[in-house]
């Protein structure tokens, strides 16, 4: 069974840094998609960054040039680059692994930006 395991949320200041990082386990194959979705209170999940096994990468407008998603095909990790984190980009951020239709979740890790 496929597991994602997040790490690497926290408190920061506006204008500051941090990384994410996601571990996938258990078997999958083919074509697949990893990336980060977040959450803010009263909001609905969207989508921050992915990248697909082969290296193409989207990103959500309002981070595109702050954040910048690598993922390891041979390790199955992800990570997430945020640099000049604003206050909007308090949330929940969630990992995320689609393969075929089928999506598998992390449990999410908080991160918070103080003003």
């Known amino acids: 069974q496929v597991q994602l395991v997040e790490s690497g949320g926290g408190l920061v200041q506006a204008g500051g840094s941090l990384r994410l990082s996601c571990a996938a386990t258990?078997?999958?194959?083919?074509?697949?998609?990893m990336g980060w979705y977040r959450q803010a209170p009263g909001k609905q999940r969207e989508l921050v960054a992915q990248?697909?096994?082969?290296?193409?990468?989207t990103y959500a407008d309002s981070v595109k040039g702050r954040f910048t998603i690598s993922r390891d095909n041979a390790k199955n990790t992800v990570s997430l680059q945020m640099n000049s984190l604003k206050p909007e980009g308090t949330a929940v951020y969630y990992c995320?692994?689609?393969?075929?239709?089928?999506?598998?979740w992390g449990k999410g890790t908080l991160v918070t930006v103080s003003s």
């Open positions: 995320n692994l689609r393969v075929l239709t089928v999506d598998y």
């Open positions: 990248s697909t096994n082969g290296g193409t990468t």
């Open positions: 258990g078997r999958f194959f083919g074509i697949n998609v």
